[in-house]
């Protein structure tokens, strides 16, 4: 975590010093189901299936609706390289990655239905990147997706 982030977490530690006033029972906690690792797997992994077969889907349809195949500049290198990759998965693959999904919501309900109320967790994990760090490199359309880690707490929240 960023130094520059880490009031956030001392804003956090307040609050809940602050509510355990309110409350009766008050304890800290980390919730594991949040950490996305279902049967060993990464649910980045899983997510990665899905995001890609999406990409696939979308150049599908833009040929459709166009006539013929899109030229290499006409869709984003990135979106492209995901869409080659998603030609590689089966409907078994689809599927399990739907399932590894659905496992990891359900994990985290599970969580709330073990009582727990409140989650506080920092906002995020790095500062903002500045205008112009993620840029579209033909060479190397994959650089983009190094920065998508460095968000530790949003992704797993937006599944």
């Excluded at 992994?45 to 899109?70: D, I, K, Y």
Aim: glycine residues 6%.
């Amino acid at each position: 975590m960023h130094r520059k982030c880490l009031p956030g977490l001392w804003t956090n530690a307040a609050s809940a010093l602050v509510l355990s006033q309110f409350r009766r029972h008050f304890r800290c906690s980390h919730a594991d189901q949040i950490t996305g690792t279902i049967h060993g797997f990464r649910l980045s992994s899983r997510f990665g299936a899905l995001w890609s077969t999406n990409m696939g889907v979308s150049l599908r349809r833009f040929e459709e609706q166009l006539g013929r195949p899109l030229a290499e500049g006409e869709f984003e290198p990135m979106n492209r390289v995901q869409a080659e990759f998603a030609a590689r998965f089966s409907s078994i693959d689809y599927a399990l990655a739907l399932s590894a999904t659905a496992q990891f919501r359900r994990s985290v309900q599970a969580w709330w239905a073990d009582g727990w109320d409140l989650l506080l967790t920092p906002t995020v994990a790095e500062l903002p990147l500045p205008l112009g760090t993620i840029t579209n490199n033909p060479d190397r359309p994959m650089d983009a997706i190094d920065r998508a880690g460095s968000s530790a707490h949003s992704p797993r929240r937006s599944t």
